[in-house]
């Protein structure tokens, strides 16, 4: 893959309603990739004229079949602005990249995840 080129990405179309939250709360004030600044408010305003734009959510497939995010606020907004949500679904034991390792530590906490469970050397 070329320098720059972003993953090909296959993602699929779920109802808003289908997908679980992992925390209870949204981030009201928010920042893009760009650095500018936004409001929930303004993404579902965007939404219910646009509809989904952007990027697709992560999602997991859990043991039980359903759907879960760690990507709250898009969900949310898609909830109220009644559309669906774009997503990339993936296993609960399937494997992360080491960009995804990156993003889904938290520092403060303490929190890094693993690759997998089976590696733990």
Same mark, same amino acid.
């Given at each position: 893959?070329?320098?720059?080129?972003?993953?090909?990405?296959?993602?699929?179309?779920?109802?808003?309603?289908?997908?679980?939250?992992?925390?209870?709360?949204?981030?009201?004030?928010?920042?893009?990739?760009?650095?500018?600044?936004?409001?929930?408010?303004?993404?579902?305003?965007?939404?219910?004229?646009?509809?989904?734009?952007? =990027?697709?959510?992560?999602? &997991? /497939?859990?043991? *039980?079949?359903? %759907? +879960?995010?760690?990507?709250?606020? @898009?969900?949310?907004?898609?909830?109220?602005?009644?559309? =669906?949500?774009?997503?990339? &679904? /993936?296993?609960? *034991?399937?494997? %992360? +990249?080491?960009?995804?390792?990156? @993003?889904?530590?938290?520092?403060?906490?303490?929190?890094?995840?693993?690759?997998?469970?089976?590696?733990?050397?």
């Amino acid at each position: 893959m070329a320098v720059g080129a972003k993953k090909i990405v296959n993602a699929t179309s779920h109802k808003a309603d289908d997908i679980r939250f992992s925390q209870n709360t949204v981030t009201f004030n928010k920042t893009d990739k760009d650095g500018g600044a936004f409001t929930y408010s303004d993404l579902v305003k965007s939404m219910k004229s646009n509809g989904w734009k952007g =990027d697709p959510v992560d999602v &997991v /497939r859990m043991p *039980d079949g359903k %759907l +879960s995010s760690i990507d709250n606020t @898009r969900i949310a907004a898609a909830r109220e602005a009644g559309i =669906d949500v774009k997503a990339t &679904v /993936r296993g609960f *034991d399937d494997l %992360l +990249s080491a960009s995804e390792i990156k @993003r889904f530590t938290i520092p403060k906490k303490g929190f890094v995840p693993k690759m997998s469970a089976l590696i733990e050397n």
